[in-house]
């Protein structure tokens, strides 16, 4: 393995300390970028993280100082704006630097879960019926768009806006809802069907050529029972609440091999659909039925050791370092001019079509 020179682009805030004495990792926001540069620099590379926030120009300069092979992207946002991560990709783009991680394009439809969604449905991708609420607007439900509803943003992750409250029942607590997506969260509101059941996900890695990950759970089957079984953002971040409730990131060990095959060639579907590229994880619905629903596309996601895209992945006999390195490969060998969904089978036109029970978006 030829050692690289390694640009690392973090959050200016999560630039991580050389040496972690005295620090118990779990606590950090940092753990991500601490676990990336420190396991690249075991491996072998010269590493060095560099903070950005609201200034492209420190890219360009180390780019012009220290003319790194690749830049590793653990950026989820540019001056505070979540969409914005698809802009610096770009402009690494139009400085001929080789990144990891999704493309510009992928990542502009994944983050957009209207017009991913629309994407999916028309590629024939199972979906829960769907509207969306641009910033500002008053929402009018459709008949068709039944009760109950989940309301989050249209476009930030982590879970940010999703609480129990996220699911209503009536027509005024979805009016309250949106309006406090639109005020608090201050994006367009995404109002979909809520599925019941549990929470799956797929880890896809790949340009053309796609490795897909065991299937993966968020495990909430012992919350308590009035409580809805949602990835809101306390169920996912707070460590206190996970540990009184039993929630747990792992591996989903009881599905029949038939259901896995779906899991994972709908993850493929997804993938090569939203033209996404590096790496990315699939998140599933599966109600009591055995009906799989598709919610939605996560390019770059976390890969901090402890989360569950990592773990899936030393399932497939990729520990952690042999990750990382397989990041920076696909990153070398991406090419703007030739996206994953360029090598997709049309499908046939489905104007005026509904299918499924989906309401046209």
């Keep these: 393995m030829k050692p690289l020179r390694v640009l690392v682009l973090v959050h200016e805030d999560l630039v991580p300390p050389n040496t972690i004495e005295g620090i118990d990792l779990s606590t950090v926001q940092w753990r991500t970028e601490y676990e990336v540069v420190n396991t690249l620099r075991e491996i072998g590379h010269e590493v060095r993280p560099l903070g950005v926030q609201h200034e492209l120009a420190v890219i360009r300069q180390t780019v012009d100082e220290w003319k790194p092979h690749i830049a590793f992207n653990l950026l989820e946002e540019f001056s505070g704006v979540a969409i914005y991560d ?37 590629h024939r991708i199972p979906i829960p019926e769907f509207i969306t609420v641009p910033l500002g607007r008053s929402i009018r439900r459709p008949k068709e768009l039944s009760f109950p509803l989940i309301v989050k943003s249209v476009s930030e992750e982590a879970s940010l806006g999703i609480s129990q409250a996220s699911i209503v029942e009536d027509d005024d607590k979805l009016q309250e809802r949106v309006k406090f997506i639109h005020q608090s969260v201050g994006t367009g509101a995404l109002v979909e069907r809520y599925v019941e059941g549990r929470e799956l996900y797929v880890g896809v890695m790949g340009n053309q050529r796609l490795q897909v990950f065991p299937v993966w ?37 009881d599905l029949p091999e038939s259901q896995r095959q779906i899991l994972q060639s709908l993850a493929k579907r997804v993938y090569r659909s939203l033209g996404l590229s590096g790496y990315a994880r699939i998140d599933f619905r599966l109600d009591p039925a055995g009906q799989v629903y598709v919610l939605e596309a996560n390019p770059n996601p976390h890969i901090a050791t402890t989360e569950d895209f990592a773990r899936s992945a030393a399932g497939t006999a990729l520990p952690y370092p042999a990750l990382l390195q397989r990041i920076l490969d696909l990153g070398l060998r991406w090419h703007p001019h030739v996206t994953p969904s360029d090598r997709t089978t049309p499908v046939p036109s489905r104007v005026g079509e509904a299918q499924d029970g989906i309401t046209p978006p």
């Design 86 to 122: 698809q802009n610096v990709v770009s402009y690494l783009e139009l400085l001929k630097v080789p990144y990891t991680g999704c493309n510009p394009r992928g990542l502009m439809l994944a983050r957009d879960k209207g017009l991913a969604k629309k994407i999916l449905y028309y």
């Design 217 to 253: 759970e968020l495990d909430m089957s012992q919350m308590p029972e009035e409580t809805r079984k949602i990835a809101t953002a306390r169920v996912k971040w707070n460590r206190v609440y996970q540990q009184k409730y039993g929630v747990r990131s792992t591996a989903a060990g």
